[in-house]
């Protein structure tokens, strides 16, 4: 059965949902081993207003290595007026590959609307379950886990219930790569269900050649 994440997306304007104008809820899901669909809806308790927003942006990046965010379509995704539901397909992602996707609202010159207090983010690769989703090491906060990823990783996590086998890891601080799925927007950030995880160094971070000159300069 394929996984549709289902987690709060965005929450705007208030600290407290309960006391926000407006929230949208989503998920996102691999379909048919290489398309991914996402699909986001707009509830309001009360006129939102803001007409400068105008309609969402859909971006991605490669999570390992973290590449830099793309937005997938040609033309703004128009806002809907009230209460509204927006659905999107990317056929360009490739298999075997974790990708973050966000759908962020925007205004007419396609800036992001600083506003709204959280992005959405769906963490995601298809066929689904082919590319790990986190890659990192992990911090262990006592009866829950925090995943720091490496540095040419996106994506940091925490992990409710985490499996005893991870234990070790948070111990050692070995790094792992982590299979499952993850949904994010609530004030926590981004939770991870694990599935299965495997011990993977992260890669070294190259040094830069330099000399006594070159170190000189840096004080002057």
Not at 95 to 124: H, K, Q
Not at 144 to 172: H, K, Q, R, T, V
Request: glycine share 12%.
């Amino acid at each position: 059965m394929r996984y549709l994440a289902s987690f709060l997306l965005l929450a705007l304007l208030s600290p407290s949902l309960a006391h926000a104008d407006g929230a949208i809820f989503g998920g996102a899901q691999c379909d048919d081993a290489d398309h991914v669909v996402m699909q986001w809806t707009f509830l309001e308790d009360s006129p939102f207003g803001h007409p400068e927003w105008v309609g969402y942006d859909v971006l991605r990046r490669a999570i390992d290595p973290c590449g830099t965010f793309v937005r997938l379509n040609a033309d703004i995704i128009p806002r809907g007026v009230g209460n509204h539901s927006r659905d999107f397909t990317d056929t360009t992602p490739a298999t075997g590959i974790a990708y973050e996707y966000r759908a962020v609202p925007v205004d007419a010159g396609r800036n992001v609307l600083s506003f709204y207090g959280v992005l959405g983010d769906f963490f995601l690769s298809c066929p689904d379950g082919s590319a790990a989703i986190a890659h990192g090491t992990l911090q262990d906060l006592g009866g829950a886990m925090f995943l720091i990823p490496c540095p040419e990783s996106c994506g940091s996590f925490y992990i409710d219930n985490p499996p005893a086998g991870l234990i070790p890891y948070a111990a050692s601080g070995e790094a792992v790569r982590i299979f499952g799925h993850s949904g994010c927007g609530g004030v926590e950030g981004c939770a991870l269900q694990v599935d299965l995880f495997e011990p993977a160094a992260c890669t070294p971070v190259p040094t830069q050649p330099t000399t006594w000159g070159s170190l000189k300069a840096r004080y002057h």
